[in-house]
């Protein structure tokens, strides 16, 4: 496969369930991110990982767990959600730097019950 | 703080009509990054052009032109002879060399009808 993928394309959920969301980037890059994008309302950035190392977290509730186990996979362990948290979550890539170009996956439609 | 503005939420046209999306932007920096995307009704964001704050030579890219104007801080987006296949959602982004990530506007969209 080639570019950013993500599984699984569409999650539904309850409260107390706890799952778990996976991206895998085939473009040689080291930084990786997840946003979110609820309706009605701007991409917002979750995380940042350069080099598999967290460097930005934007305020995000612990019930979402990010975990880099190297610079081609990116997780998004989920627990307790609520149904405010049912967006689209896009994951994507670069190379590290802010000026770098990123490249996104197709989203994970989720949806909390 | 950077800052992206998209002040058209939706836009309508016919097929062959051209279209002009509007993108301005805020920044204190003299370096930094614009970019447009497009998202279908799919959900990828799917990359359309990356221009820096020293590269004001206006682009074109088939039926996609890209006019970029410091003196108004803007960089606008054209597509020419619309299709049905252009309908997205279309998001201009800013990121500044100072800064750490990527803003994005609120995104613009397009439906081109038959």
């Known amino acids: 496969e080639t570019g950013v993928t993500q599984t699984p394309r569409h999650l539904v959920m309850g409260m107390t369930n706890k799952k778990s969301l996976k991206c895998e980037q085939h473009l040689g890059h080291n930084a990786m991110y997840w946003y979110k994008q609820s309706a009605k309302k701007p991409l917002e950035l979750m995380f940042v990982?350069?080099?598999?190392?967290?460097?930005e977290n934007n305020s995000v509730p612990s019930r979402f767990s990010p975990e880099c186990p190297n610079s081609s996979h990116l997780f998004l362990h989920l627990h307790t959600l609520q149904p405010e948290d049912s967006a689209l979550y896009l994951c994507?890539?670069?190379?590290?730097?802010?000026?770098?170009?990123?490249?996104f996956g197709p989203g994970t439609r989720l949806l909390v019950l | 703080a950077q800052k992206v503005t998209q002040a058209q939420t939706e836009i309508s046209v016919v097929e062959k009509e051209d279209v002009t999306l509007d993108c301005v932007y805020e920044t204190r920096d003299t370096t930094y990054y614009l970019f447009w995307y497009k998202q279908p009704p799919s959900g990828e964001l799917v990359f359309l052009i990356r221009r820096n704050s020293f590269d004001e030579q206006n682009e074109i890219s088939g039926r996609y032109s890209w006019n970029f104007q410091k003196s108004t801080s803007s960089f606008n987006f054209t597509i020419t002879a619309s299709q049905v296949v252009d309908s997205a959602v279309y998001f201009c982004?800013?990121?500044?060399?100072?800064?750490?990530?990527?803003?994005f506007g609120e995104g613009t969209q397009l439906t081109v009808n038959p």
């Open positions: 982004a800013l990121t500044e060399t100072s800064g750490s990530r990527l803003t």
């Open positions: 990982y350069n080099f598999k190392e967290q460097t």
């Open positions: 994507a890539s670069s190379q590290v730097g802010v000026s770098e170009t990123q490249y």
